[in-house]
């Protein structure tokens, strides 16, 4: 299984980027897809979700209204629109997969425990 998420890069705040998430080994349309970011010093944190059904999209409070996650099961890539940058988005952006087994609970898709596949992370930099 491989997840190559790409997208990152140097911005200035306000500014807009797409990080790109596309797997392979997998049968993606039965895994929820998340993405998580790690700045500098700082622990691993939830940035959004989404399940194997597009339905249902989760995303952190810190960036509700500015990012949006999607996916695309015929291309086995999950995105996220990140809109209205700040300079604390600046990290390293991760993907994640989970397969549809396991339990659910609330809180489920901000655990990285949850998570069985990961992505090799992107740099983000917002510049203010």
């Known amino acids: 299984v491989q997840l190559q998420a790409s997208g990152g890069g140097l911005v200035q705040v306000g500014d807009s980027l797409r990080l790109l998430c596309t797997a392979s080994?997998?049968?993606?349309?039965?895994?929820?897809m998340g993405w998580f970011r790690q700045a500098p010093g700082k622990e691993r944190e939830f940035v959004a979700a989404i399940s194997w059904s597009p339905d249902r999209q989760y995303h952190a409070d810190s960036v509700k209204g500015r990012f949006t996650i999607s996916r695309d099961n015929v291309k086995n890539t999950v995105y996220l629109q990140m809109n209205s940058l700040k300079p604390e988005d600046t990290a390293v952006y991760y993907c994640a997969a989970r397969g549809v087994g396991g339990s659910y609970y609330l809180g489920w898709e901000r655990s990285t425990s949850e998570y069985e596949y990961w992505g090799q992370g992107t740099l983000v930099t917002v510049s203010s």
């Open positions: 080994g997998l049968t993606f349309s039965r895994y929820a």
